[in-house]
């Protein structure tokens, strides 16, 4: 990565290169019939979905759309294979953490895989059901939920 990434809000136009990173990451952390899904996800612009770009390209995308008053859910967080491991990730959950202490969200939650639920651990997130094969072969289901620092479930 050549400098720290940039976020900017997701528009139709960046689709091929969104389904360019699902793809890379397929089946390592996605299964092959999550594709469609994220297809649909990607229709209608999704509120609240970015991209990360490392100068001019797509190298990450995720969201974070409300789920109830106080709760949110991150979706589709994606980032280059050849990128993974330098801090993307990092800087996409610092950002929505970011946000969510911003907009007063007490719980995030996400829907992660056996693979990626330990990233998702080192922010503080825990375990709150496990769903074996729940993606498709061999990539279990791990939902998870996250109490972001300074929200006011934490000030308790």
């Given at each position: 990565?050549?400098?720290?990434?940039?976020?900017?809000?997701?528009?139709?136009?960046?689709?091929?290169?969104?389904?360019?990173?699902?793809?890379?990451?397929?089946?390592?952390?996605?299964?092959?019939?999550?594709?469609?899904?994220?297809?649909?996800?990607?229709?209608?612009?999704?509120?609240?979905?970015?991209?990360?770009?490392?100068?001019?390209?797509?190298?990450?995308?995720?969201?974070?759309?409300?789920?109830?008053?106080?709760?949110?859910?991150?979706?589709?967080?994606?980032?280059?294979?050849?990128?993974?491991?330098?801090?993307?990730?990092?800087?996409?959950?610092?950002?929505?953490?970011?946000?969510?202490?911003?907009?007063?969200?007490?719980?995030?939650?996400?829907?992660?895989?056996?693979?990626?639920?330990?990233?998702?651990?080192?922010?503080?997130?825990r375990t709150t059901a496990t769903i074996p094969n729940g993606w498709g072969p061999d990539l279990h289901r791990v939902d998870m939920e996250l109490v972001p620092k300074g929200s006011a479930s934490t000030n308790l």
């Amino acid at each position: 990565m050549s400098s720290l990434p940039t976020f900017r809000p997701y528009r139709v136009g960046d689709q091929p290169a969104c389904l360019d990173l699902f793809d890379a990451n397929c089946p390592a952390f996605f299964a092959a019939g999550e594709r469609s899904g994220y297809i649909e996800f990607l229709g209608p612009v999704p509120e609240g979905y970015e991209v990360c770009l490392d100068g001019a390209r797509i190298v990450g995308a995720y969201g974070i759309r409300p789920h109830a008053s106080d709760e949110a859910v991150i979706r589709w967080i994606l980032i280059a294979p050849d990128l993974q491991g330098r801090g993307i990730g990092a800087a996409m959950m610092t950002r929505a953490l970011t946000i969510a202490r911003a907009t007063n969200i007490r719980v995030l939650h996400m829907a992660a895989s056996h693979k990626s639920a330990p990233f998702f651990a080192r922010f503080g997130a825990r375990t709150t059901a496990t769903i074996p094969n729940g993606w498709g072969p061999d990539l279990h289901r791990v939902d998870m939920e996250l109490v972001p620092k300074g929200s006011a479930s934490t000030n308790l």
